[in-house]
């Protein structure tokens, strides 16, 4: 009878907690299930699933360079293959349900990575005997940015990155150092910038504490199948590893400031409420309490420290942030003794989350007018990407964060992509845009071998445009008239297609 209680307990818990996940992250379904049709949340995104497609003709398969972004140049991507043959082997599994297999593998990937990461930390928590597990688990499940991060239709890498760097820190707590070494070789696999550092750090407090820790037997094993991981990472992927994050031109620095994920966030911004909860105002309080009491590894207090000061700077580091936050968080409210106490302030706490969420559920009239215009542009749009399918190569220029997926849907390479890498095409599409002379836009044309050119709202890609190259918006740019009078448009494009979002041009006379 015993065991059938635990086994119940145990089965009732795992439930609740992969309802939360799921339903958090799958709470977009609306803009992701349009129809019939599968769409993605990021330009991103579709450059992620462009690369998946082409592993899914050419199985094996890696891909070390672009040709459908900054063409006729392409880039040399920082994505590596993990993620694709993740996405594509899951696609497999799906063949028998559905005849879009590929799309909905994208979709599914990052709600399914977040399952499999709050399924492990259910698992270290009670391994732990964390009394207050729950609250690492509620924050793990409902955290705003930790469900942007892996939500339904996201395919990106960072959702892999969070579960990696997830395992690693459990099992370096834990002292599984041969399961921490894996996930963290995994982890800089995908990515040689975030679990770099955050690795890095791990390493320096480690061999501040002991310098023979390290060196010790029982982590040979480890530190073989890092070194394996990274030897087979090299063999396989064959490049040197991209730190073009780091660019310093003023291009780099006009476009980042167009990226969310590349924005300072304040430590006086009230999205850290919206993030972490109120306890986030106390965290200082509770790190000192669970160091004084040793309740706290030092390396997980040094790397959450680092992964705040990192947000500061880009906001792309809050994904590990707050799963850092929440990793702690058992552990932090240890200090407090009274069970009532912790629960009652750990439900007043996340009430910034909770009002978060109740917004996205029940959207203000604005909200919901905007996220159907989201929808029909979506659909839109896809309907002027098929208008470009062809067996034949005719490459397209359009705006930068609607090239991916237009190149996604119709199979042609465009001169501007999504990524840092695409600088080059990013800024001739914004020169193209804002050009008020037609010749300097069709020297653009044919530099770049563009055969058709698809315009989108004036007002945005003007104001982006400008944005990105730091200058004014003229008084009478491309984009205005191609858009509003594309009659009127110079003789060398020709129209040959709109609908409510967009217009596609043909270009002639590009030789």
């Not at 150092?177 to 963290?184: G, N, P």
């Not at 790190?287 to 009491?293: A, D, F, S, V």
């Not at 208008?387 to 465009?414: K, V």
Request: glycine fraction near 4%; charge should be positive.
């Amino acid at each position: 009878m015993q065991r059938a209680r635990h086994f119940l307990v145990i089965s009732f818990e795992i439930a609740i907690l992969s309802a939360l996940i799921l339903a958090a992250r799958c709470a977009n379904y609306r803009d992701v299930f349009i129809g019939r049709n599968i769409c993605f949340t990021d330009a991103d995104c579709y450059a992620r699933m462009t690369r998946v497609r082409m592993c899914a003709q050419h199985p094996g398969i890696v891909l070390r360079h672009h040709a459908f972004e900054n063409f006729p140049q392409g880039t040399t991507p920082h994505t590596t293959a993990p993620l694709d043959y993740l996405i594509l082997s899951l696609s497999i599994l799906l063949r028998p349900f559905t005849a879009n297999a590929i799309d909905l593998a994208g979709a599914l990937i990052s709600p399914l990575l977040a399952l499999a990461g709050g399924w492990f930390l259910w698992w270290w928590s009670r391994q732990m005997r964390f009394r207050f597990r729950w609250a690492l688990l509620l924050l793990y499940a409902l955290s705003p940015i930790l469900v942007h991060g892996t939500e339904l239709g996201r395919p990106d890498h960072q959702s892999l990155l969070m579960f990696l760097v997830v395992i690693a820190l459990g099992a370096e707590w834990m002292s599984q150092t041969t399961v921490s070494s894996v996930a963290w070789g995994l982890a800089m696999w995908v990515s040689l910038y975030e679990p770099l550092i955050l690795f890095a750090v791990v390493i320096v407090v480690r061999l501040l504490q002991d310098r023979h820790l390290l060196f010790a037997r029982e982590r040979r094993r480890g530190w073989i199948c890092f070194g394996a991981i990274l030897l087979i990472a090299c063999a396989i992927e064959r490049r040197a590893p991209s730190l073009s994050i780091f660019h310093s031109s003023e291009i780099f620095r006009n476009w980042s400031r167009t990226i969310g994920e590349l924005l300072p966030v304040s430590p006086l911004n009230p999205i850290w409420f919206s993030w972490c909860g109120y306890l986030i105002v106390i965290a200082p309080i509770l790190i000192w309490l669970g160091y004084r009491n040793k309740t706290l590894p030092l390396f997980i207090l040094i790397v959450f420290v680092v992964s705040y000061g990192l947000t500061i700077w880009q906001a792309r580091w809050a994904y590990f942030f707050v799963s850092i936050f929440a990793i702690a968080l058992p552990s932090l409210l240890e200090s407090i003794k009274s069970r009532a106490a912790v629960w009652i302030a750990f439900t007043l706490s996340i009430l910034p989350i909770l009002r978060e969420w109740d917004g996205k559920l029940w959207p203000n009239e604005p909200q919901f007018t905007a996220a159907a215009e989201r929808r029909r542009e979506s659909i839109e749009l896809r309907e002027l990407a098929h208008e470009l399918l062809s067996p034949d190569t005719h490459p397209f220029l359009a705006p930068w964060w609607l090239s991916p997926a237009i190149a996604y849907w119709s199979g042609q390479p465009g001169v501007a992509g999504s990524s840092h890498e695409s600088l080059d095409g990013i800024a001739e599409s914004a020169r193209f845009f804002l050009a008020q002379n037609p010749q300097d836009a069709l020297e653009i044309l044919r530099r770049r071998g563009v055969v058709t050119v698809v315009s989108y709202d004036a007002d945005r890609v003007a104001a982006n445009s400008a944005a990105i190259l730091a200058t004014q918006i003229p008084a009478h740019p491309l984009c205005r008239s191609i858009d509003r009078t594309p009659a009127l448009a110079p003789r060398f494009l020709v129209l040959v297609s709109q609908n409510g979002t967009g217009k596609i041009f043909q270009v002639a006379n590009n030789r």
